[in-house]
Structures are given as structure tokens and as C-alpha cells.
């Protein structure tokens, strides 16, 4: 499975970001695709993960009530719609998948996810 992640860019404080996942490859044995962030200096940290079939969706508390993950299954696409993004959430967004289906707290660690894609980088400025 190759993901293209892309979307990012520069925005102000409050403003919005859509980023997308693109799949591609021997996509029909993935369960669960996700996203992660990195900023200089720090870990790796688990954004949001979704079921491609269900639709159950995972947050970190800090983007909850502020970002949304959906899919489309027929395009092999899975979007982060990030609203009244902050100065914190600068990062470069990597998304992942997993041909298992999402389970807490599993999916908060790296090693859970097998594909990974190349960072968007992410830019909020206050």
C-alpha cells in the first residue's frame, strides 16, 4: 500500500486545513488508516485514526471538537479537516494505515501501523 498525504500549508491562528490521504496499491485488506504529527524536537504523536468499513473515528483529546476524519472508500481517500487550528498544532501530518481494524490504545503507538506516507507540513502562525 503507497499513501500520498498533501493539504498542508500555511495558516493563521483560527484558520482551517484540509488534509488528505490518498491510497494506492493493494488497497482492498485495509481496515484503518490514520494520522500523526510531528513538530521539531518531539515524538511522534497520534492524531486521529478512522474504520474505513464503520466509519469509527479516534481523536486525541487536544484536536477533539476541532478536527474531523472521514473517508471515501471509493476513491481511496481519507480526509483531516482541522478547524480553528492553533499555534501548537504546527507539525508535519503524516498519515498511516493498517490492514487491522483500530483498537484503543493500540493505535496510538507507531509500531501498530505498517504503511506510512511522506509528511504535509502543517504551519499555524498566532
Known amino acids: 500500500v503507497q499513501l500520498q498525504a498533501c493539504g498542508g500549508g500555511l495558516v493563521q491562528a483560527g484558520g482551517s486545513l484540509r488534509l488528505s490521504c490518498a491510497a494506492s496499491?493493494?488497497?482492498?485488506?485495509?481496515?484503518?488508516v490514520g494520522w500523526f504529527r510531528q513538530a521539531p524536537g518531539t515524538e511522534y504523536e497520534f492524531v486521529s485514526a478512522?474504520?474505513?468499513?464503520?466509519?469509527?473515528?479516534f481523536y486525541v483529546d487536544s484536536v477533539k471538537g476541532r478536527f474531523t476524519i472521514t473517508r471515501d472508500n471509493a476513491k481511496n481517500v481519507v480526509y483531516l479537516q482541522m478547524n480553528s487550528l492553533k499555534p501548537e498544532d504546527t507539525a508535519a501530518y503524516y498519515c498511516?494505515?493498517?490492514?487491522?481494524?483500530?483498537?484503543?490504545?493500540?493505535?496510538?503507538?507507531?509500531?501498530?501501523?505498517?504503511?506510512w506516507g511522506q509528511g504535509t507540513q502543517v504551519t499555524v502562525s498566532s
Open positions: 498511516a494505515a493498517s490492514t487491522l481494524f483500530p483498537v484503543m490504545p493500540a493505535i496510538y503507538n507507531r509500531t501498530w501501523w505498517t504503511y
Open positions: 496499491g493493494r488497497t482492498f485488506n485495509t481496515n484503518s
Open positions: 478512522i474504520r474505513l468499513r464503520g466509519g469509527d473515528a
